[in-house]
């Protein structure tokens, strides 16, 4: 069995914290068309590094019904700067137009086989997995990004059409488990990343 979630897996359901004060689900966003959930974090460069450009397909997106929803799995005992207090701020500073939760127990990224900080997840209207990987190519570096993945998926979805490439690589830096060293990874994801 895969570690990560396979593609027409149904949508794992969370109740999770989010950084404006309230707890979400899945069927808080029920009238969304598109669901994209990412695992992301506070610090990563590969998260800031392609934050505009996540930032931009939440908001070229919003009017075809596609919502964004970002999971923080990190262990703030492996990385502070992982912790509640610096998502709020995060927010705060940036206005990221998507709701940002808490995973501190880092059941929701096990259960859906997060590898990496950014990883996307993208789920039809039926929440079923349609999408599973990177963002884009060069998430580190912004001005180096040839190939946009997560635009190139919501623009065949929000077209009636199926998905050219519903599986890619993420590239990140690895969940910081906790009680694990920050390269740790579960030992049935090792042979998906390379």
Not at 114 to 124: G, K, M, Q, V
């Given at each position: 069995m895969s570690f990560t979630l396979e593609i027409g897996a149904q949508a794992i359901d969370f109740d999770l914290p989010a950084t404006d004060g309230k707890n979400y689900s899945l069927k808080d966003f029920e009238q969304a068309r598109f669901l994209v959930i990412f695992f992301t974090c506070n610090h990563c460069p590969y998260v800031v590094g392609s934050d505009e450009l996540t930032r931009a397909a939440a908001e070229k997106f919003e009017k075809d019904g596609v919502r964004f929803v970002g999971i923080n799995s990190n262990s703030e005992n492996t990385y502070q700067e992982d912790d509640f207090d610096h998502m709020v701020q995060r927010m705060n500073r940036n206005r990221f137009p998507w709701i940002y939760l808490r995973d501190e127990s880092q059941e929701v990224a096990?259960?859906?086989?997060?590898?990496?900080?950014?990883?996307?997840?993208?789920?039809?209207?039926?929440?079923?997995?349609?999408?599973?990987?990177?963002?884009?190519?060069?998430?580190?570096?912004?001005?180096?990004?040839?190939?946009?993945?997560?635009?190139?998926?919501?623009?065949?979805?929000?077209?009636?059409?199926?998905?050219?490439?519903?599986?890619?690589?993420?590239?990140?830096?690895?969940?910081?488990?906790?009680?694990?060293?920050?390269?740790?990874?579960?030992?049935?994801?090792?042979?998906?990343?390379?």
């Open positions: 096990l259960a859906y086989g997060a590898l990496r900080t950014p990883h996307f997840f993208i789920f039809d209207q039926d929440r079923r997995l349609v999408y599973t990987g990177r963002g884009v190519d060069y998430p580190r570096d912004a001005s180096q990004v040839k190939v946009n993945d997560l635009e190139r998926t919501l623009y065949e979805l929000t077209a009636g059409k199926m998905t050219t490439v519903p599986m890619t690589n993420p590239i990140g830096c690895n969940v910081k488990w906790e009680g694990k060293d920050r390269h740790w990874m579960p030992p049935e994801a090792c042979d998906l990343v390379y």
